[in-house]
């Protein structure tokens, strides 16, 4: 009736699935299939499909299998009990198998594992028969009643943990592996009578019920808090399900011959092309995992078993050259044999991504896209994120070292449970989240934390994975620390760190620092700005030879915003092309410029009403009379200006050196250059020495219920046209300066907030008309600076007239992050109180000012791009809102064919980089 | 060299033009050529193009005559001594012309007419030489000088006047006509010492440059202040200049068998079907027209000449005839003689416009569709504006009687100047301006008055046509007042009314009154609303025909906008075929529910905020304790409204019989509901018994930096969804109610500010839930009550993004004030500051909140409807902004296809005569 398969089997010549059917069968799955092809030695079992997770939700009544789905995990079962001789849970040689999760993307937030599945009285008994093994059989099944209880039936894990606890103390013991047969016969006991007590009911004994229930906790465990956390966090969208894994047990706690352990073909911090990784014998996965034990390296299991090393490292080269990426290999060895039980793309830092992308294309391995489009755009600034500085640290008191499980450095208050990191950081503290270990429900306090420091757990621990996913510094397993969370303070020695004490620690070395150490720009950084030398860093060259990459597949030009010399040379270092957003009112706020400018504002309202007063009027001699003083206190203050701004332009053309420069005009409304508070103004009216109640008067007519829409952009040029002509003259008097002093100039003349073509064309005509005047004082040809007149357009209502507003631009320049807050409606300041709900509810996937909404606002900017090309076809388009740094919304940029983007000097990089993968895309899907 | 024709004659059989070319000969210039053509009595002469004026601003330098004009002024000049036999203003007998303006659309704000051109020493011999009437001459010289001197060369007229005034004092005589020759001669040298002293030049003998200078100054006068506040104030757009009528001169001032007269060939007040008009006798034209002589009632001209007389009758029916609409005649009898100096159509009171037009279809003249064209609905409000009440009149002092020039009563305060008027009225006080005669200058404060009172003259005075044009009440002529504008009163007999004190004015019967009367609402509304008899009113019938006939043309449906019982019914009478828009907010101020409403804002952040821990957290059980008691209170103070918001839509359902009625939910952010002042937050703490901290905490954490772009509409709705429940459960159990009790309903459910697709499906989904629960509740089938849900398409957004909107949206209304706002990027609040200087610099022709921007957030619209219509053919697509009651609005919306608009309860008629102007228009063009 039924005839949608849900279930594939692996294992020798009769393996189902592949690599490709990574969406059908989680990345687990499809691995596992894809290794038992290769030959490679993968104990049997199958995969249930994310259909049936997505079945299981959506089919008749949430929460039940699916038809067909019980029918053939049974059969699969039987076909696995043939390939293995054995019988699941029961016979004399009982079939044990393990349950695990797998998503098409890696979520650790969801239910990972059961293992020993199928154990109980009696097949306790045959397997004890079979190994002669009884403390390991028992070890096996309290093991199996703890998972199961926990992630199956959700008893809390303490529950268990303190009953072990307990005995260990009670023993005098500090391991699990020193516990004895009969304490753990007691254990077993104790455990199950935990068990009946949190359910109600005896521990199951059922084989299938034991599956069923386990599959059931994987289906369920798909949509838990945790999960759905950790994809709205990582902005995993698009998923049906997860696929389960049943596949035959094999035992690394077999004894002193058996073992488990995680391995990565390359280092997954740096990069280094080293086999990398870490094992423990007599253990089972989980315990490498969890970061109970600390492990030990991989090279040192050549001394405990060189063949099964041996293997792993053709198992190393085999994978590498097949999936023709770094791979992070999970592998169980069971009294001397060797066994996968995972390979995968290897989750690495961005320092080892661009490390490996650029060795694995000098090995010839992969080609240069290939190389740029493994490099993560969204993390790629974390290249430039702080380290440590090398002279703090050197008068800084070491605490101790630790793995440098991940890169970076960062100095903060300590902290001891994620709560306190949120709540310290939302006081704007810079937190460090130390833990014994960290656990999923820590996400949301190491997400606001600057590092992590952990005293246990290894590279591979909960903390290391996700602080090297998350770029945050991490040291792990430093194990002289005791962490303790209760009364929330750690030890380390004699020295004893509280809550709210600084620490600083160091993810390159794995260094722990007891109280302040200054943080310093990264390698990249140092190198970039010249302070030390590119030749001795090999992140920088390869860096830079990724750059090289990226500008030669890209299309989009790439500028920055910038109104500063500073900010100008180190985008210009960073690759910028050009300036696409100079600020010039920020110009206004340094220092005296201030007064000038405030002296400006108390006068102009006064023009402006005097003004509007003889246009309406036919007897103007006596208005103009009374005009006359207010007009020259205005021209007077504006006159002051023009000197500094000419100078500013000065600086920055000569850093742009002949890069296109464009300069927005002032923006916002007067209104925030005067102060609101009846303190400032005191100050303000002894400053400028005019009566407080004249500043109080100005403040208040300037008031505005909507100031987002209110009197700025031209609007202001076009009520107060004289302070934009200082700003033109300063801008054409600069690049005349500097253009007869030897140096190239293209100054862009940037008119804001247009939202009809009327406003432009009036604009750009008084700005034309200061152009020609200026030239023609200096007695220079009309054509001596090239420059450009355009618009930034960021209303909604000049995207949708873009046609006839280009007859009067040469150029467009998107104001992103405006023309969002229009088109949706919401103004940023306000948003806070929905917009983290919406994005919770799906309406946005992800807050619309951080990557461009494409269906709304996008649609509007296309429709902009058609129109305003439709008139002139040779228009220059680009954008200088924030979107213009998000490598989501370059991908965009790049598909409706802007011209370039424009984003802050430290997202010049990430632009280069995002602008090439978008443009392989493109090239790709041709 | 120059082949454009700029001068065309008329005269005989050699007219060029005729009454098609309006646009190019003004219409003055095309009656004149058209009435010739018909063979009446007009003197011959010639038109000097609009494009000559454009080219006098646009060819070469601005202010010069294009190429050509000069040479074809000669000719014509001339041609037209040919035709009259006459030399120009030389030989022995001269001819002399008059100059007026004369544009495509008639503009008392321009210079109209200089009169008696080509007068000088020598022309004056030779006339005094034909006419033996020296006194004649020499009083048209002494108003050539004046007129000339003020019109072409800008001298004050007082300077003129107060001569004359010197001279009639001392000779003891109140009339110009008194004056003897001798005193004349006495003027002629005084009025030439003024000019030589003004302008320093004497007046000009060379009838060629007094020509050339008056031509020129009209050109000058086509932008003058006046000219472009005229045309901004009456939205004249899209003109290029003014035609220049030179017309042989003939003479109403040649003794008492000559005269000069304005006729209508109705009554341009009420629209009564008599001949109507006054006349002059031994007068010229602008004595008529400036209201220095009250002038004579045009059927008593029939005793003073009654061949002229007779004859004007029968222009009467000619012009009627020809023309097909009511005309308004210039004419001068010159010894005994007629002619005529102009037809057009005459201006006239909307009141007179319903009459007209619907006796018209009943005389055959015209057909329906014109009839309906013929009004215009911009004014067609006028017919509901107020009347004095009949009791009140009863009671009060009545002043005088005046003329009654223009319909309407009114009472305020009674002002002098037009300044006056505009201070008095800006700080909120209705006023009356009351003037000996208005001018041009003083349109500004006729506009801001709410009646105008003149002591001087008549039906056709600068005060009645520009009171008729504006809809304003207006009492002219009233010449027993002495209205002194200097000292800021007037005086009737001993009565003394100062500025400020109370007046009031018939403008049906010419009654002013001292004191206060009270004004009440217009005849029609009376009617409408069932306090008077429909058939002893000729309007109201009328009024009622013609509005049937506009429902048998339009296309669109008129819904209005209301959200009482009250407007409701108002709407309903006036014809509103169901509710556009019912603002359920406005419902929640009235009485004690703001109390409920405000008890329940207090407790709902407290619920939003542990709402979302619970949502982020993995243990709820202690949070979900805690939000026991907030949602408890929460939940009951929303039970509070639930049964008055239910009343509510019983009383409007029941109103409305079966008619749709479309309910916004909740729409302003709530801080909207909340005291600001401290005061009031005290007196709220007092009234619900809460600490005045607890009021102040929520009103800053509610408070938004841009509240239009906040947290409102559907965003509250989903935030705190159990408001919305409740109100669709009142919507839904009343629709219950109502449709048991017998009465049919219709209700629709609509979700505002909606940006995103998921927003409106998020939302429907749990409204779609509530009137599911309602249903099953009372146990009645899912389709007892017909309902629609829809939304608001307001947020530009929205408009990009409609057709995956409409997925989830039975309707769509557009909020075009709201999306106004967004796509323009201004605020309502806010934009004062720059929308005049905009309007003026003509970004914008008119206030995009008045008349909806065609090609912006008309294009958005336009958008939204082709994407709906596309994914959902048969979606109900109609506007609820004010811009729903604008004729021009409704113009747009018809073309582009909507079902419906929705305005004020009091704009319906106005909304059903745009739609069917705006179908009848449309059916035209295919």
Redesign the interface.
Known sequence: MNSVKYVYFFGGDETEGDRSQKELLGGKGANLAEMTRLGLPVPPGFTISTEACSGYYNVGDAGSWPDGLEQQIREKLIQLEKTTGKKFGSGKDPMLVSVRSGAAVSMPGMMDTVLNLGLNKDSMDAITQITGNPRFVLDAYRRFIQMFGNVVMGIPHHAFEEAIDRMKTSRNIDLDTDLSTDDLKILVDEFSSIYNKEIGKPFPVDPWIQLKLSIDAVFRSWN???AR?YRQINEITGLIGTAVNVQIMVFGNMGEDSGTGVCFTRNPANGENVFYGEYLMNAQGEDVVAGIRTPEPIPTLRNVNEAAYEELLSIRTVLEEHYLDMQDIEFTIEEKKLYLLQTRTGKRTVFAAVNIAVDMVKENLIDKKTALKRIPASAFNQLFAPVLDRKSKEHADLLTTGLNASPGGACGRAVFTAEDAEEWSSRGEDVILCRKETSP?DI?GMSVSKGIITSRGGMTSHAAVVARGMGLPCVAGASSLIVDSVSKKMVCGEKEIAEGDLVALDGFTGEIYDGKVDVQPSEILCISMGESDPNESRLYLNYSILMDWADEYRRLGVRTNAETVKDTGTAVDFGAEGIGLCRTEHMFFEGDRIVSFRKMILVAEEVKILR?RI????DTSSLEKELEAPLADYNEAIEELLPLQRGDFIQIFRELDGRPCTVRLLDPPLHEFLPNDSQGQLEMAREMEVPIEKIQRTVEKLH????????RGC?LG??YPEVSDMQVRAIMEAAIEVKKSGTEVLPEIMIP?V??P??LE?SRTRVQDVIDAVLIEKGLPADFIYYRIGTMI????AA??AA?IAEYADFFSFGTN?LT???????R???G??L???V?????EKDPFTSI?V???G??VE?AVEEGRKAKPDIKIGVCGEHGGDPESIRFFNSIGLDYVSCSPFRVPVARLAAAQAAIDIATQD
Chains 1, 2 share one sequence.
């Open positions: 838990n808090t945790r956390r429900e949301g509007e246009a309406a009027s036919d505005e219920f909507n100031p987002m829409l209110g009197h609007r076009l009520t907030l939202g009809h009327r406003e009036i960021e209303v909604p209502r949708i007239d006839r405006d807050q229009m088109a949706c409606g919401f103004s300041d306000d948003a109180a929905f983290g709900d919406y919770r509810m799906g309406i946005y909404d269906d709304g606002v649609r509007l429709i």
